[in-house]
């Protein structure tokens, strides 16, 4: 439920200026609101830590902008997924601060650009066919207040190219790692990070690829310890879950240091006994 639009009623009926009827038919609607083909959830955000977000592939323009129309009453930000340039212009009549991205075919309204991530994420992909992808990933963990590194085509035909980029990987609190084919990057980064690895195989490789699984098996059978998987081509899922990630404070201690410090203290320390 939006607090403060929950706080602008109940004064505004204090006043006398909404009758009671009308008072509890909007309450209800800070819920949810039931507009024939959706069941709009305005209290996904008090829920999830983020509004409900549109699903475009497979609702005509004109439901998508109902959708969103409804949201943005009661939401700062809206992310509308799966989509095309055409409802995007029927999307941007209704908000000017619609913004289309086509690699991703997402849209994007984002009034609100408070920061609520703790650190940074970093999205990896193996190839650059793996971009649209990983952009739905990037620009939804943005939307959600996070700062995000991108880092592409540095996929393990060439293992020199991740090897580069340890430091920038090593410095993230959250790698998302996006690859077809075999899938074998999101291993490679796990062994080299001390942060939760987020593996998203995507559909792009030949015949015996089966459009993603065969990546999507190989990231499942990962010998890393820390890498999770989500579903072939969802971004979105791997942003998401990346942001809430991000959102959570490390453990601290009585002496002040959080969890990571003092495994990093631990690892330095048993490896200045080994040198002596």
């Not at 999307?91 to 994007?108: D, K, P, Y």
């Not at 293992?159 to 690859?179: G, N």
């Not at 969890?259 to 690892?267: D, I, K, L, M, P």
């Amino acid at each position: 439920m939006n607090l403060t639009a929950l706080e602008q009623l109940l004064a505004a009926h204090r006043a006398g200026e909404l009758e009671t009827p009308e008072a509890v038919n909007r309450i209800q609607n800070l819920h949810f609101e039931d507009i024939g083909y959706a069941r709009v959830d305005h209290s996904r955000a008090s829920r999830q830590g983020f509004p409900e977000v549109v699903f475009g592939a497979g609702k005509t323009r004109e439901q998508v902008v109902g959708i969103v129309e409804r949201l943005l009453q009661h939401a700062p930000n809206v992310l509308v997924t799966h989509t095309d340039e055409g409802t995007f212009g029927e999307v941007r009549n209704i908000s000017t601060e619609a913004e289309w991205h086509a690699a991703a075919r997402l849209i994007r309204i984002q009034r609100d650009t408070t920061e609520l991530g703790l650190g940074e994420i970093v999205v990896v992909t193996a190839g650059t066919s793996d971009i649209p992808v990983a952009e739905e990933a990037a620009l939804t963990a943005e939307a959600m207040g996070n700062r995000v590194k991108r880092v592409w085509d540095v996929g393990v035909a060439g293992i020199h190219r991740v090897l580069a980029e340890r430091s920038l990987l090593q410095s993230a609190r959250v790698a998302i790692v996006v690859a077809g084919m075999e899938g074998a990057l999101p291993s490679v980064v796990g062994g080299l990070v001390s942060v939760p690895v987020i593996a998203v195989p995507t559909s792009i490789g030949y015949g015996a690829s089966f459009g993603g699984i065969a990546a999507l098996l190989g990231m499942l059978n990962s010998c890393a310890s820390n890498v999770t998987v989500v579903n072939i081509d969802n971004g979105f899922g791997a942003g998401f879950v990346a942001s809430l990630i991000n959102r959570r404070r490390e453990e601290q201690s009585a002496d002040g240091s959080s969890s990571r410090q003092r495994q990093t203290a631990g690892a330095a320390s048993r490896s200045d006994r080994q040198e002596q």
